[in-house]
């Protein structure tokens, strides 16, 4: 098993950024994929960015292009958030997969707000 803790969520204004980050521990090198989910209230959650093992990388159509998703080490993988909107507001999670398991983080709040 993955434990994985995010950090980095925060309130910023529409139009800003932030950096999320999500540390792994655990039985990292069986993760197959890194991913990135957000839930906003009252919404199902879903799949915002993620990463292979082989750095290939996807994006939801509401991010492309303001998010980007990263392996910062082998333990740490990041979404850097520009250009934020208001509908962006919502608990991130991070999530690992591999051919056993899910594990998910407990989620981070971001808030896009004036």
């Known amino acids: 098993q993955v434990q994985l803790v995010e950090s980095g969520g925060g309130l910023v204004q529409p139009g800003g950024s932030l950096r999320l980050s999500c540390a792994a521990s655990g039985n990292i090198f069986t993760i197959v994929v890194m991913g990135w989910y957000r839930q906003a209230p009252g919404k199902q959650r879903e799949l915002v960015a993620s990463?292979?093992?082989?750095?290939?990388t996807t994006y939801s159509d509401s991010v492309k292009g303001r998010f980007t998703i990263s392996r910062d080490n082998d333990k740490t993988v990041s979404l850097k958030m520009n250009s934020l909107k208001p509908e962006d507001t919502a608990v991130y999670y991070c999530?690992?997969?591999?051919?056993?398991?899910?594990?998910w983080g407990q989620g981070t709040q971001v808030t896009v707000s004036s």
């Open positions: 990463i292979t093992a082989g750095d290939v």
């Open positions: 999530r690992a997969l591999s051919s056993t398991f899910i594990s």
